[in-house]
Every structure is written in structure tokens, then in C-alpha cells.
T-cell receptor, first 116, second 111 residues
Framework: GAVVSQHPSRVICKSGTSVKIECRSLDFQATTMFWYRQFPKKSLMLMAT?????????EQGVEKDKFLINHASLTLSTLTVTSAHPEDSSFYIC????????????FGEGSRLTVL | AQSVTQLDSHVSVSEGTPVLLRCNYS??????LFWYVQHPNKGLQLLLKYTSAATLVKGINGFEAEFKKSETSFHLTKPSAHMSDAAEYFC?????????WGAGTKLIIKP
């Protein structure tokens, strides 16, 4: 199956700093990538949908100035958590699809962010 | 409006016994349905998917699910549980990039 790689898998940062998480599709071109946040004991929350070359579409309640998403190429999307605070500590997961309205999603391994 | 309901937040079975994880959905159109599994501290992995072909779908690791339109269900089953099946399982409905996730069911396997 297709491979999606996420980096870093774990990151610890100080409050007020910014952190960038990368999501790469290694063996296919991803027309669309999704970013999720997973809270403890809860399901995934879709944060935003990004299409290559256009602005990301954010879900209601997600601050686009805080969670900057860039999808500069068909194989790379980045999520930058700006001015991170302890409440931003979470497990962030990306997924990618090759296309099609109901295309299969391929998930990254996830990135655990801890803000001190 | 689309929705997904996983009827059990936790399911506990003994090793070697059958597994049933229940999922009901509501959808305006003909949806695609997926089951994903997430092992502790790991990413999500697709178990199986239904995309309007055969209603009984076979997935990896011996899991299968049956799409029942009349019951709007897509329950996940496995004849015999293994310790390595302990994980969280998510039922997902997909329509035109709208992904609706169930809350997840944690599967516990007793030795």
C-alpha cells in the first residue's frame, strides 16, 4: 500500500515557540491531505483539508492563524503550530489520498507534541 | 446529515473467541465505509473498506465486515481474537471528502 511519512514522531517545545510537522507521501502524489488532532480517549478531530497549491480549508473552531497549513507540492504538506501553549499538546495525524471522492486514506504515523 | 455511531466504547473478549464491533451510520447517499485500527502509540491502519461492491468485505488480519443497507450497519467481525488485536477501532463514513469518524471502540483481549 501507499506510504505516508510524518516527521517528527515526537517533539517537545517550550511555550511560545513554533513547531513544524511534515507529512510526506512517499510513493504517490497526494492531491489532498488532511490534518487531524486526537485527544486522549477520543476520536480523531479533523482540523483542516489541504489541496496542493491552494489554501487549506479549516474546520469550524480551528484557528487558521494558529495552525498554519502549507501544501506546497503533491508529496508534502506541513502543519505549523504557532506560539504553542500547553493546551496544544496532542497527537497530530496527517492522511493523504490519491484522489477520487471516496478515495482510500493513507495515514502518517502521527506526531506527539508536548508543550512545556 | 451524516453520522457514525459505534455502539460500544469498550469491548472485552477472551483470546480465541469471536469479536463483534458494531457500527451504525446515517448517510444521504451511497457512502463508502471504512474500518481503521490504531494500536497504542501508533498510526492508523486501514483494515477494510466498502465501496459499493460486495457487501461482505474481507480485510487484513482475518477481519471482515458486512454492509447492511436496510439496517444502516457496517459491523466488524473476526472469528477468533488474538492478543495482537488489542487496539482501538474506528468506523468511518466517507462522502465526497467528508469524513465522519465514529468515537472508536477499544478492543480488550483477555488471555
Amino acid at each position: 500500500g501507499a506510504v505516508v511519512s510524518q516527521h517528527p514522531s515526537r517533539v517537545i517545545c517550550k511555550s511560545g515557540t513554533s513547531v513544524k510537522i511534515e507529512c510526506r507521501s512517499l510513493d504517490f502524489q497526494a492531491t489532498t491531505m488532511f490534518w487531524y488532532r486526537q485527544f486522549p480517549k477520543k476520536s480523531l478531530m479533523l482540523m483542516a483539508t489541504s489541496n496542493e497549491g491552494s489554501k487549506a480549508t479549516y474546520e469550524q473552531g480551528v484557528e487558521k492563524d494558529k495552525f498554519l497549513i502549507n501544501h506546497a507540492s503533491l508529496t508534502l504538506s506541513t502543519l505549523t503550530v504557532t506560539s504553542a501553549h500547553p493546551e496544544d499538546s496532542s497527537f497530530y495525524i496527517c492522511s493523504a489520498t490519491r484522489g477520487g471522492a471516496n478515495g482510500e486514506l493513507f495515514f502518517g504515523e502521527g506526531s506527539r507534541l508536548t508543550v512545556l | 446529515a451524516q453520522s457514525v455511531t459505534q455502539l460500544d466504547s469498550h469491548v472485552s473478549v477472551s483470546e480465541g473467541t469471536p469479536v463483534l464491533l458494531r457500527c451504525n451510520y446515517s448517510s444521504s447517499y451511497s457512502p463508502s465505509l471504512f474500518w481503521y485500527v490504531q494500536h497504542p502509540n501508533k498510526g492508523l491502519q486501514l483494515l477494510l473498506k466498502y465501496t459499493s461492491a460486495a457487501t461482505l468485505v474481507k480485510g487484513i488480519n482475518g477481519f471482515e465486515a458486512e454492509f447492511k443497507k436496510s439496517e444502516t450497519s457496517f459491523h466488524l467481525t473476526k472469528p477468533s481474537a488474538h492478543m495482537s488485536d488489542a487496539a482501538e477501532y474506528f468506523c468511518v463514513v466517507s462522502e465526497n471528502y467528508q469524513l465522519i469518524w465514529g468515537a472508536g471502540t477499544k478492543l480488550i483481549i483477555k488471555p
